[in-house]
Nanobody, 128 residues
Framework: QVQLEESGGGSVQAEGSLRLSCSIS????????MGWFRQAPGKEREAVAT??????????TDSVSGRFTISQDNAEVARVLYLQMSSLKPEDTAMYYCAAKLSAADRCPARADLYNIWGRGTQVTVSS
């Protein structure tokens, strides 16, 4: 099994930057689709970015494309997943979750309900 734990959230002013980390433990040799999702109060959980740990093109939701970058620490076996967030906006305020699912294919879905392994989340607050 795989366990996930997020860190790096906090409060920042608009146009600032934060880097979120997701520590991956357990059987790290699985091929995984991994993603960062976020959920603001009263809103549905949405995919921010996804990546296949064995390689491929990351996915970004339109609202963060060009501002956020998803990456992993090791091209062979991912032990840490990152989300570098720049030019932050108040509308980026949310609880951010790291998620994973086993996958043999490099096309990772952008639907939260298709991921079955989740971290507890880390809060990001952006003030104007």
């Amino acid at each position: 099994q795989v366990q996930l734990e997020e860190s790096g959230g906090g409060s920042v002013q608009a146009e600032g930057s934060l880097r979120l980390s997701c520590s991956i433990s357990g059987n790290i040799y699985y091929s995984l689709c991994m993603g960062w999702f976020r959920q603001a109060p009263g809103k549905e959980r949405e995919a921010v970015a996804t990546i296949y740990t064995r390689g491929g093109t990351p996915y970004y939701t339109d609202s963060v494309s060009g501002r956020f970058t998803i990456s992993q620490d090791n091209a062979e076996v991912a032990r840490v997943l990152y989300l570098q967030m720049s030019s932050l906006k108040p509308e980026d305020t949310a609880m951010y979750y790291c998620a994973a699912k086993l996958s043999a294919a490099d096309r990772c879905p952008a639907r939260a309900d298709l991921y079955n392994i989740w971290g507890r989340g880390t809060q990001v607050t952006v003030s104007s």
